[in-house]
């Protein structure tokens, strides 16, 4: 990582302080690279669900393919974060790309040769786990090495956040296209092909060996090490907790989204594109706010507020039957739950000691991704039971319940989270100092 000494009289603002994390050579060329991958990313999702729908017509089955999707994540995330801090983490990325390059152009065929099966999507869908697990801690605890000043992070993440959602902006609505006029394997292949733009710019990236962890010690006595600090860690635990919360009971709309879209909208992949839209545009508003702060403090209270919004969005939209109404009700849940995302990676990058960054990202790949797998399962089997409506109405209001409780705690929250903020800040210019001896 570059190691610059900061300007006083150098602060960037307006637009230039939304993007300041771009003037870091190496974190424009992730910046490009990841945003085409993740295009294909959401087309690949979207006609994932669709095509489930469609072979089987099951909401258990829609449900089960989000479980065996994303339970890798749950077992093996804690491993890769101890990997994370022990090993190079812009050659892991490499690999992990392209195994992930692999597994998407493999399900084209197989969809393009009418061989698919359902067997086929669990195996693929468990594979895709697997590289997902290491790739999300890996990926957000490598995000800092990519940065001239460290004090970038929090916009960073948001510039990443607004990423994500341009992509889950355009992505779906190409899918829904691309599904009525030829199909899903089309998705699956132009997925395949986007992973060539992150690989081709994770190796013209240029990165100064970092000092990672020390190599003495078990993988389990390290990782045993980071769950001891995350779970003495008053802002740490209760981040993790409401994120784990908020994954569990609200994040699984989106298995039940087919659902929605053809029996409750009366539309067709089209409808499921728009709405996934609408989240889309909400989470980029959000992410947009994010990046315009100019640091970390206060985001401690915003990860509440943020977990209620969503909450309130998925209970409205499970009410709708109006097609704009949806649309307007997805778009406050986007802006909701990317505002509650982000903001938890923020704060729990920034305040964690950063030997420790790579297993604090496990743990938050844990709790955000973990988590899906078992409300995928729970909302499938809700929903063939009570209804996808009652479902996505019940999650909300566990998510209104737990922003609640989290409130309880603010005023400790605030104070340990900014002593860590600051300590971490003297952190960052010893580091700087001794850089530019």
């Not at 994540?73 to 990997?83: E, F, M, N, R, T």
Request: proline share 4%.
């Amino acid at each position: 990582m570059a190691v610059k000494t900061d300007n006083p009289g150098s602060h960037p603002t307006g637009l230039l302080l939304a993007v300041r994390a771009l003037r870091s050579r190496n974190y424009r060329l992730y910046f490009a690279g990841q945003g085409i991958s993740l295009v294909g990313t959401w087309m690949q999702q979207i006609a994932m669900s669709w095509l489930v729908y469609r072979l089987t017509d099951s909401a258990f089955l829609l449900g089960l393919v989000g479980f065996l999707g994303n339970i890798p994540v749950l077992i093996l995330a804690p491993l890769a974060g101890v990997l994370a801090d022990r090993w190079n983490r812009h050659r892991m990325l490499v690999v992990i790309q392209s195994l992930a390059m692999i597994q998407a152009l493999a399900l084209a065929i197989l969809v393009l040769a009418n061989l698919i099966t359902v067997g086929q999507i669990f195996f693929l869908s468990i594979f895709l786990g697997m590289i997902t697990a290491f790739d999300l801690p890996i990926r957000q605890s490598f995000i800092i090495e990519l940065l001239e000043k460290p004090e970038d992070l929090g916009n960073a993440i948001a510039l990443n956040s607004s990423m994500v959602n341009g992509a889950r902006l355009i992505g779906p609505s190409l899918a829904g296209i691309l599904i009525a006029l030829t199909g899903e394997g089309i998705c699956f292949l132009l997925n395949g092909i986007s992973y060539i733009a992150v690989i081709a710019a994770l190796m013209a990236m240029k990165i100064t060996p970092r000092i990672a962890d020390g190599v003495d010690g078990s993988m389990l006595r390290k990782m045993k090490e980071g769950f001891d600090y995350a779970a003495h860690d008053l802002p740490i635990r209760s981040v993790l907790l409401l994120l784990s919360l908020i994954s569990l009971v609200a994040m699984p709309y989106i298995t039940l989204m087919p659902i929605f879209a053809k029996d409750i909208l009366g539309g067709g992949p089209h409808t499921l594109g728009f709405l996934m839209s609408a989240t889309g545009v909400g989470a980029l508003t959000g992410a947009v706010y994010l990046a315009s702060r100019r640091n970390a403090r206060g985001l401690i209270a915003v990860i509440g507020l943020a977990a209620g919004v969503f909450g309130v969005g998925l209970i409205l939209f499970s009410f709708s039957r109006t097609f704009w109404l949806s649309m307007i009700f997805m778009y406050a849940s986007g802006c909701g739950m990317m505002v509650h995302m982000a903001s938890c990676n923020t704060v729990l990058q920034s305040i964690s000691y950063p030997d420790k960054r790579g297993r604090i990202m496990g743990f938050f790949t844990m709790a955000f991704r973990g988590m899906i797998p078992f409300g995928s399962l729970i909302a499938g089997s809700l929903a063939s039971g009570i209804g996808a409506p009652h479902t996505l109405a019940l999650g909300g209001v566990v998510a209104i319940l737990g922003a609640l409780i989290y409130a309880r705690r603010l005023p400790a929250l605030q104070e340990q989270a900014n002593a860590a903020l600051e300590r971490n800040a003297a952190l960052n210019n010893s580091l700087y100092r001794a850089g530019n001896k």
